[in-house]
């Protein structure tokens, strides 16, 4: 790969899912492996859009934001568009036909070629555009460039075997490739040495990892092996599939420590007629099944979901089915979405599309329940004490109004309260706080005394040393003892010795 003389800058706009923005990183680490810099505000000379084709308006997203970036690049000399992501590998030449002006177009298997791509784009002065049909090589096996210095994200598998019904991925993304275990695991391992402390395992359908290696209870030994990864306090997974889910993952998640208490398991509707229909194999008993299961070794597991409300030929009855399980379920929170035709996918053509006024009814009808249940269930938490991991985002603004953000080891989202002249965490330190309000989205902790208690935590120190690359000046003026500076802001923090922060 050329290294470039001059460092051109570049911006990465992701449009999608988790996989995305994953994904994102991997298309950051690979412009910067090739030296390119991220824009620091400003226009850059590099902006890659990654694309989704799984959410409605994808189309209208992308070509809108096109249309914008024509004008800037006709101001900015030198500028280059690239297109990536889903929605490049379904719509390829499309794409040029409707904006000449984009200079690569690459699909969701060819990430890794993206520098060459726009090198070529630039010595040739014409657009490139490669998709290939299936993956040559692995995503997390290119450079990364990660968002956060307390969490990552690690793919144990791309694509997917299924065929919903509404669903473009499998069309996309092809059938499912699952990473080697050991490869796995080192690159948590890498992770966690470089300051992480969370890792979410990543996949279209995570617990039917091990079927290209003929393992069917691969998933659950991951997960018991990454509990055993030195340093590494939280672990979760996304997405399982309900029809793939077994009791040896139930074991895997209840037996290892650093497991969270945490489930996001896609329900998409609870009417086994319509469940038929979306060709999703599991029905609403195994479903609530999982879930008694879960909480029968889990008690405080939290428990999320996503809900498709509206598909082709759902009638009321289907719908109050979907109630009914919603009800049941107690979910902590979900994902919920009205059906919209995706091109492409074999429900695009189903009759009996249900009209958009009775999905809205619907799904404002679906929501009004969780959210409803949502506050029941976050009120049970108050007077509860929750460890907190210290997130990166919003925590300018938040020091401000006296309060930071995080997660409690059910994802929950926490607000709290830092008293004046405490010690205040850094992102990725761990708090441990009560919750004393709840909404039906977060819920609102304070210290139990006057101190707030603070475990200074490796991830903390890796935020401190990614400031100091930076020359920033930490978000939170602090002195030697860490406590809020009332003078001014000091450079710098202490030096914190590195401690095993190993369950
Ligand atoms: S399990 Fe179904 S919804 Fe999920 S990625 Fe596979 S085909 Fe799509």
């Known amino acids: 790969?050329?290294?470039?003389?001059?460092?051109?800058?570049?911006?990465?706009?992701?449009?999608?899912?988790?996989?995305?923005?994953?994904?994102?990183?991997?298309?950051?680490?690979?412009?910067?492996?090739?030296?390119?810099?991220?824009?620091?505000?400003?226009?850059?000379?590099?902006?890659?859009?990654?694309?989704?084709?799984?959410?409605?308006?994808?189309?209208?997203?992308?070509?809108?934001?096109?249309?914008?970036?024509?004008s800037t690049k006709r101001e900015h000399e030198g500028m280059q568009i690239a297109v990536g992501g889903c929605l490049a590998q379904k719509d390829k030449s499309v794409i040029l036909d409707k904006a000449p002006w984009v200079d690569v177009v690459f699909g969701t298997h060819n990430m890794g070629s993206l520098p060459s791509l726009l090198e070529r784009a630039r010595h040739n002065d014409e657009a490139q555009i490669e998709i290939l049909e299936s993956l040559e090589i692995f995503p997390s096996t290119l450079p990364t460039r990660r968002d956060s210095t307390h969490s990552g994200w690690v793919s144990i598998s791309v694509g997917c075997n299924n065929t919903c019904t509404f669903c473009i991925v499998p069309s996309l993304r092809g059938k499912e490739k699952d990473r080697r275990p050991g490869d796995i695991l080192s690159e948590i391992g890498m992770l966690v040495a470089d300051g992480a402390i969370e890792v979410t395992l990543l996949g279209q359908?995570?617990?039917?990892?091990?079927?290209?290696?003929?393992?069917?209870?691969?998933?659950?030994?991951?997960?018991?092996?990454?509990?055993?990864?030195?340093?590494?306090e939280r672990v979760r997974f996304t997405s399982p599939h309900p029809a793939a889910f077994t009791d040896d993952v139930i074991d895997a998640m209840a037996e290892t420590s650093n497991v969270m208490p945490q489930l996001h398991m896609p329900l998409q509707s609870g009417s086994d007629r319509?469940?038929?229909?979306?060709?999703?194999?599991?029905?609403?008993?195994?479903?609530?099944?999982?879930?008694?299961?879960?909480?029968?070794?889990?008690?405080?597991?939290?428990?999320?979901?996503?809900?498709?409300?509206?598909?082709?030929?759902?009638?009321?009855?289907?719908?109050?089915?979907?109630?009914?399980?919603?009800?049941?379920?107690?979910?902590?929170?979900?994902?919920?979405?009205?059906?919209?035709?995706?091109?492409?996918?074999?429900?695009?053509?189903?009759?009996?599309?249900?009209?958009?006024?009775?999905?809205?009814?619907?799904?404002?009808?679906?929501?009004?329940?969780?959210?409803?249940?949502?506050?029941?269930?976050?009120?049970?938490?108050?007077?509860?004490?929750?460890?907190?991991?210290?997130?990166?985002?919003?925590?300018?603004?938040?020091?401000?109004?006296?309060?930071?953000?995080?997660?409690?080891?059910?994802?929950?989202?926490?607000?709290?309260e830092v008293p004046e002249g405490s010690q205040i965490p850094r992102p990725g330190d761990v708090v441990t706080v009560e919750v004393i309000r709840a909404a039906p989205h977060f819920l609102i902790a304070a210290p139990a005394g006057a101190e707030l208690p603070v475990r200074r935590t490796r991830a903390g120190d890796a935020w401190d040393r990614a400031e100091a690359e930076s020359c920033a000046v930490p978000a939170t003026p602090v002195d030697a003892a860490g406590r809020v500076s009332l003078g001014l802001p000091t450079i710098g923090l202490p030096t914190i010795g590195l401690h095993s922060t190993a369950s």
Do not use: W
């Open 205 to 232: 359908n995570v617990n039917s990892y091990g079927v290209e290696f003929g393992d069917r209870l691969a998933f659950g030994k991951l997960l018991r092996a990454a509990g055993e990864i030195e340093g590494l």
């Open 274 to 416: 319509i469940l038929k229909a979306m060709r999703r194999s599991y029905r609403s008993e195994k479903f609530l099944g999982i879930l008694d299961r879960v909480r029968a070794k889990m008690p405080h597991a939290a428990i999320s979901t996503d809900i498709i409300v509206g598909f082709p030929g759902e009638t009321e009855e289907d719908f109050a089915e979907t109630l009914r399980v919603v009800e049941q379920a107690r979910f902590a929170s979900a994902y919920t979405f009205q059906y919209s035709i995706r091109p492409g996918t074999p429900a695009a053509t189903l009759p009996d599309q249900v009209p958009k006024e009775v999905v809205q009814e619907r799904y404002e009808r679906l929501i009004e329940l969780q959210e409803r249940i949502s506050a029941e269930e976050n009120q049970k938490l108050v007077g509860r004490t929750v460890e907190v991991l210290v997130a990166t985002s919003e925590g300018r603004r938040d020091v401000e109004r006296g309060r930071l953000s995080g997660r409690a080891e059910d994802n929950r989202l926490v607000h709290f």
């Open 1 to 70: 790969m050329t290294v470039l003389a001059q460092p051109r800058t570049y911006e990465v706009r992701t449009f999608g899912c988790q996989m995305n923005v994953h994904d994102s990183e991997r298309l950051s680490g690979s412009l910067e492996a090739a030296g390119y810099v991220r824009a620091d505000g400003g226009v850059a000379d590099v902006v890659v859009i990654n694309t989704c084709a799984v959410r409605e308006n994808a189309d209208n997203k992308l070509y809108g934001t096109l249309g914008h970036l024509a």
